[in-house]
């Protein structure tokens, strides 16, 4: 084992937030260095599925000293793209990378922290908790009721329909997940029902623009942390229901519906092999539409007032959605009409190795807009962390400025 060393900082997780903070730190003139668990990127080439694309525009993949360079800013990069992308930065940067050192622990310690790796021990001052905030997935604990022959997979897990049964599938989860991974398994000859609670429904395009484009020039995107009523709540708000394709095609629940996929409300429970599901599916569909028209409003207002109706496309609102009669409420999982379960349920960031007092009664990382409440502790990559776009990759501009400030000034203060 390797004696212990010793940096300022110590950044756990080489993706983009881990990067983009080395590029402001290195401009600060603090030492520091990056612990990476796999390669760069880790998470983006290792747990995405075969046809994933990022919900956001190439025009808009950007990061501290570093944009997309390509001839198709309006396309939408490949989790193959992006591990290129992000390896081409952190070579420009010259981050002082780790990679294939797993954190085991990060403790209190004189005057800072100790982190302990499976390569070593580091001192530091400072920590930034770049890790991810999708490490595990997010699955119900009554998942474990599920018949034996019924397989589950989560979307770390899934690659591609080919892995699973042949016979129908269940997708729990409405949000941009679940309702690309129904449309790729009902095309590949599975019967897929998707389950289905409070979602965000927007069009990939609006007025002839993508949909980020209006939502960065209202400024929707740049709404902090401490402007809104409720942060825990909004921290909770699923992501949009959007996929990037080259047509820039919207996929909602009524376009899954037109192509076969059968809708069911919000699993709720499954006793004895039977799945019961809420009768709040036309109420959350409803209120996904109010909310959409609500944007759309804005959009359009803030078209009038700029003047610029004349060099985008006339307005055109989606139809709202169809929500079937008299859904069941129920689906016996013990028939074998249903192979599989996909647990398109959300993630959660793992901070089992995180030995610090930090964590609320629901275990949550007590912190105020990324900055800990430890000294010296920051955390990277939250939805919503410090403004509504801090999940997507642009997020770490504004972002890692913020922290990077706060972390020099309290390494300018007295020890």
Request: proline share 6%.
């Given at each position: 084992?390797?004696?212990?060393?010793?940096?300022?900082?110590?950044?756990?997780?080489?993706?983009?937030?881990?990067?983009?903070?080395?590029?402001?730190?290195?401009e600060?003139?603090?030492?520091?260095?990056?612990?990476?668990r796999?390669?760069?990127?880790?998470?983006w080439?290792?747990q995405r599925?075969d046809?994933?694309?990022?919900?956001?525009?190439?025009?808009?993949?950007?990061?501290?000293?570093?944009?997309?360079a390509?001839?198709?800013?309006?396309?939408?990069?490949?989790?193959?793209?992006?591990?290129?992308?992000?390896?081409?930065?952190?070579?420009?940067?010259?981050?002082?990378?780790h990679?294939?050192?797993?954190?085991?622990?990060?403790?209190?310690?004189?005057e800072?922290?100790?982190v302990?790796?499976?390569q070593?021990?580091?001192?530091?001052?400072?920590?930034?908790l770049?890790?991810?905030?999708?490490?595990?997935?997010?699955?119900?604990?009554?998942s474990?009721?599920?018949?034996?022959?019924?397989?589950?997979?989560?979307?770390?897990?899934?690659r591609?329909?080919?892995?699973l049964?042949?016979g129908?599938?269940?997708?729990?989860?409405?949000a941009?997940?679940?309702?690309?991974?129904?449309?790729?398994?009902?095309?590949?000859?599975?019967?897929?029902t998707?389950?289905?609670?409070e979602?965000?429904?927007?069009?990939?395009?609006y007025?002839?623009?993508?949909?980020?484009h209006?939502?960065?020039?209202?400024?929707?995107?740049?709404?902090r942390?401490?402007?809104?009523?409720?942060?825990?709540?909004?921290?909770?708000?699923a992501?949009?229901?959007?996929?990037?394709?080259?047509?820039?095609r919207?996929?909602?629940?009524?376009?899954?519906?037109?192509?076969?996929?059968?809708?069911?409300?919000?699993?709720?429970?499954?006793?004895?092999?039977?799945a019961?599901?809420?009768?709040?599916?036309r109420?959350?569909?409803?209120?996904?539409?109010?909310?959409?028209?609500?944007?759309?409003?804005?959009?359009?207002e803030?078209?009038?007032?700029?003047?610029?109706?004349?060099?985008?496309?006339?307005?055109?609102?989606?139809?709202?959605?169809?929500?079937?009669?008299?859904a069941?409420?129920?689906?016996?999982?013990?028939r074998?009409e249903?192979?599989?379960?996909v647990?398109?349920?959300?993630?959660?960031?793992?901070?089992?190795?995180?030995?610090?007092?930090?964590f609320?009664?629901?275990?949550r990382?007590?912190?105020?807009?990324?900055?800990?409440?430890?000294p010296?502790?920051?955390?990277?990559?939250?939805?919503f962390?410090?403004?509504r776009?801090?999940?997507?990759?642009?997020?770490s501009?504004?972002?890692t400025?913020?922290?990077?400030?706060?972390?020099?000034g309290?390494?300018?203060?007295?020890l």
């Amino acid at each position: 084992m390797r004696p212990d060393r010793s940096a300022t900082t110590v950044i756990v997780g080489g993706g983009h937030n881990g990067l983009a903070m080395s590029k402001r730190l290195s401009e600060r003139g603090i030492d520091h260095v990056v612990l990476e668990r796999g390669a760069v990127a880790n998470s983006w080439r290792s747990q995405r599925w075969d046809s994933f694309t990022l919900l956001t525009p190439n025009w808009q993949t950007r990061v501290p000293g570093q944009e997309y360079a390509g001839d198709d800013p309006n396309g939408f990069m490949t989790g193959t793209q992006l591990v290129e992308f992000l390896e081409n930065y952190a070579g420009a940067v010259g981050a002082p990378i780790h990679e294939g050192t797993t954190v085991t622990a990060i403790a209190p310690a004189d005057e800072g922290y100790e982190v302990s790796t499976d390569q070593g021990t580091w001192r530091c001052r400072c920590v930034v908790l770049a890790s991810g905030a999708c490490n595990l997935p997010s699955v119900p604990a009554f998942s474990t009721a599920m018949p034996s022959d019924v397989e589950s997979v989560d979307p770390l897990e899934y690659r591609n329909p080919e892995q699973l049964p042949d016979g129908g599938v269940l997708i729990v989860g409405g949000a941009a997940t679940g309702v690309q991974l129904a449309q790729e398994i009902h095309a590949s000859g599975r019967p897929v029902t998707l389950s289905v609670g409070e979602h965000v429904r927007l069009p990939r395009t609006y007025r002839g623009r993508d949909i980020q484009h209006w939502m960065a020039a209202i400024g929707r995107l740049d709404e902090r942390y401490d402007e809104v009523e409720d942060i825990l709540k909004a921290r909770k708000v699923a992501s949009p229901q959007l996929v990037g394709t080259p047509e820039r095609r919207t996929l909602d629940l009524n376009e899954l519906t037109a192509r076969g996929v059968q809708l069911r409300g919000r699993l709720g429970v499954v006793r004895d092999g039977v799945a019961m599901f809420s009768g709040g599916l036309r109420n959350h569909c409803l209120l996904a539409d109010q909310k959409l028209n609500r944007l759309l409003d804005d959009i359009d207002e803030w078209i009038a007032n700029e003047g610029v109706d004349g060099e985008v496309a006339p307005s055109e609102r989606s139809d709202p959605t169809r929500v079937p009669e008299n859904a069941p409420l129920m689906l016996d999982l013990k028939r074998g009409e249903v192979r599989s379960v996909v647990w398109a349920t959300g993630f959660r960031p793992d901070f089992s190795w995180l030995e610090l007092p930090v964590f609320d009664s629901a275990g949550r990382l007590r912190h105020d807009g990324g900055v800990v409440d430890a000294p010296g502790v920051y955390y990277l990559g939250a939805t919503f962390l410090r403004r509504r776009k801090s999940s997507f990759i642009h997020g770490s501009l504004d972002d890692t400025e913020d922290l990077a400030n706060h972390l020099a000034g309290y390494l300018a203060g007295p020890l």
